[in-house]
């Protein structure tokens, strides 16, 4: 419980304090009074004035935000450093630069654990890994390290070999697997189970892996291709939830809470990992078009840049509304999914 809580307020602050940097570092840079910086919500545990800004610590680490003047043109006492007084380009930087510092901070990440970590790639020879724990595998005797040899009397050369058999089998049907342990030849059944997400076969087992150390520009160029491939996935992801919104497995604070627990228990690097994927995932879902999220502040002031004058505050307003019950009810949903994963799974 200790390093679930330890696990998920590092994973939050690193994650909330990244986003609303970029958010305070675009409105200093682009001449706006930003009065307060704060990664939490609620009281305050620590604050200090530097200049014309408090920077605090609150007490619910689930949030943050940058207090910068002027964000409501009604009630703006920086006069020309508020907000809403810059130009419409100036307000696009400082909206879109959250989601971006949630994208450069996986790049920073995974150049981190690839340059002193070194890499980690899939082994191309037909030898287990890792057995996961309560899998078909592991009730059928399969261990680490294991060759397998055959596929229901199949020749086996390469884990390719190995994976493209068991995608022509059924969940129904018994697959018989011949393996090499210690320089003995043994055979074993199990049936394999269909993975929805993943859409294939699955036995409960993973590839062994070759280890090398990474220099510079190869760590550079793996972080960057890295972070490309998972963009790609999660939209691929987000489009699938679009498509068919009542079989999403969404997790909310606590899911993830629990999330960043486990991940902790396997070490410090699954961690950056795992603190890069909801960086990449804060990023996307903050750009989506819905008015309480940077996508929906940005296409309003996409609409002020177009019409040459802003939206009246009445349309503002009830875009808010309208954003803050569709994600009020999407934490509802999230939440409903952790308490049955947490109490009733």
């Known amino acids: 419980m200790i390093l679930t809580i330890i696990s998920a307020v590092f994973v939050f602050g ?20 930003v009065d307060e910086f704060a990664i939490g919500f609620g009281p305050k545990l620590i604050s200090t004035r530097k200049g014309e ?22 009630n703006n006492e920086a006069g020309s450093r508020g907000y809403c007084e810059k130009p419409v380009l100036s307000r ?55 060759r397998i040899i055959s596929v229901n009397g199949n020749e086996v050369k390469t884990w390719t070999d190995f994976t493209s058999q068991l995608q022509n089998m059924d969940e129904n049907t018994n697959v018989n697997l011949s393996y090499e342990r210690d320089g003995n030849i043994s055979e074993t059944l199990l049936q394999p189970t269909y993975d929805k997400s993943s859409k294939r076969f699955l036995i409960g087992v993973q590839s062994d892996v070759i280890h090398h150390d990474a220099g510079f520009f190869e760590s550079i160029k793996l972080a960057l291709q890295r972070t490309f491939e998972i963009i790609a996935m999660m939209l691929h992801g987000l489009k699938e939830i679009f498509m068919s919104p009542s079989q999403a497995e969404l997790a909310g604070p606590i899911g993830i809470a629990q999330m960043a627990g486990k991940v902790a228990e396997t070490g410090f690097v699954p961690l950056l990992n795992f603190a890069a994927l909801l960086s990449l995932n804060l990023g996307i879902i903050n750009l989506l078009p819905v008015p309480a999220l940077d996508g929906g502040h940005f296409v309003t002031l996409a609409l002020e840049a177009v019409r040459g004058k802003p939206l009246g505050p009445k349309a503002i307003i009830y875009a808010q509304r309208v954003g803050v019950v569709l994600l009020l009810l999407l934490m509802l949903f999230a939440t409903k999914n952790d308490i049955v994963r947490v109490f009733f799974s």
């Not at 690193?14 to 009074?33: D, N, Q, S, Y």
């Not at 935000?65 to 043109?73: E, R, S, Y």
């Not at 901070?105 to 150049?111: A, R």
């Open 14 to 33: 690193l994650l909330v304090l990244v986003h609303e940097f970029g958010h305070f570092i675009t409105a200093k840079m682009t001449g706006m009074r």
């Open 53 to 74: 800004t408090i920077y605090s610590i609150r007490a619910i680490p689930l949030g943050g935000f940058n207090d910068i003047a002027g964000m409501d043109p009604t």
């Open 92 to 146: 696009m930087i400082v909206i879109l630069a959250g989601s971006a510092m949630n994208f450069v901070l996986p790049v920073i990440l995974f150049f981190g654990i690839f340059f002193f970590a070194g890499v980690d790639e899939p082994s191309p020879e037909p030898v287990i890994g890792n057995v996961i724990e309560g899998k078909a595998a592991e009730v059928a005797g399969l261990k680490s390290g294991d």
